[in-house]
Antibody, heavy 119, light 108 residues
Framework: QLQLQESGPGLVKPSETLSLTCTVS??????????WGWIRQPPGKGLEWIGS???????YYNPSLKSRVTISVDTSKNQFSLKLSSVTAADTAVYYC???????????WGQGTLVTVSS | DIQMTQSPSSVSASVGDRVTITCRAS??????LAWYQQKPGKAPKLLIY???SLQSGVPSRFSGSGSGTDFTLTISSLQPEDFATYYCQQANSFPLVTFGPGTKVDIK
């Protein structure tokens, strides 16, 4: 059974960089059929797609966040990572990683991790 | 950008009721629509993809229909475990994915 697990700091200071890693188990991140994505959800609000990456390193980003987002992949560790720079309180959210069917839908999700931006 | 709207924003229903949720796209998205269920404190769960295809393991009381701009998610007989928030998601404007604002289904 495929499992995804987010990890990273739960508290980030304003203007700093948020960094999260998603570890995939029970399957290979190098599968040719899938992308791997990040989605976030501010407390009490809806879902926002951040971006997705293919195992080759090809990436797609939400244009509204593109200038601040970097998603990378480490196939040797079966992990992919998110970096979001220059964070503000508006970036406070639960961050999910998920398996992505070629940027069409997300069928396996991590449990999510709350990241709070505060000094 | 393609905007997604959902109606109603919330619905109160009883066990056994038939519940229909509507999702509308600001422009045609063919059948590039998915539906998710989210319970409090949990990750979303994929229910329907390609507008009407049932994800493996999802009960058959869930069904999806529509194409173009108007879509529906129907729960044929609401069960206690179905009380949750439901989101639609479009994937026509590759690679930009956008979600609807959600519809909360709660107990009448």
């Amino acid at each position: 059974q495929l499992q995804l697990q987010e990890s990273g700091p739960g508290l980030v200071k304003p203007s700093e960089t948020l960094s999260l890693t998603c570890t995939v188990s029970g399957g290979s991140i190098s599968s040719s059929s899938y992308y791997w994505g990040w989605i976030r959800q501010p407390p009490g609000k809806g879902l926002e797609w951040i971006g997705s990456i293919y195992y080759s390193g090809s990436t797609y980003y939400n244009p509204s966040l593109k200038s601040r987002v970097t998603i990378s992949v480490d196939t040797s560790k079966n992990q992919f990572s998110l970096k979001l720079s220059s964070v503000t309180a508006a970036d406070t959210a639960v961050y999910y990683c998920a398996r992505d069917h070629t940027v069409t839908n997300f069928d396996y999700w991590g449990q999510g991790t709350l990241v709070t931006v505060s000094s | 950008d393609i905007q997604m709207t959902q109606s109603p924003s919330s619905v109160s229903a009883s066990v056994g009721d038939r519940v229909t949720i509507t999702c509308r796209a600001s422009q045609g998205i063919s059948s590039w629509l998915a539906w998710y269920q989210q319970k409090p404190g949990k990750a979303p769960k994929l229910l329907i993809y390609a507008a009407s295809s049932l994800q493996s393991g999802v009960p058959s009381r869930f069904s999806g229909s529509g194409s173009g701009t108007d879509f529906t998610l129907t729960i044929s007989s609401l069960q206690p475990e179905d009380f949750a928030t439901y989101y639609c998601q479009q994937a026509n404007s590759f690679p930009l994915v956008t979600f609807g604002p959600g519809t909360k289904v709660d107990i009448k």
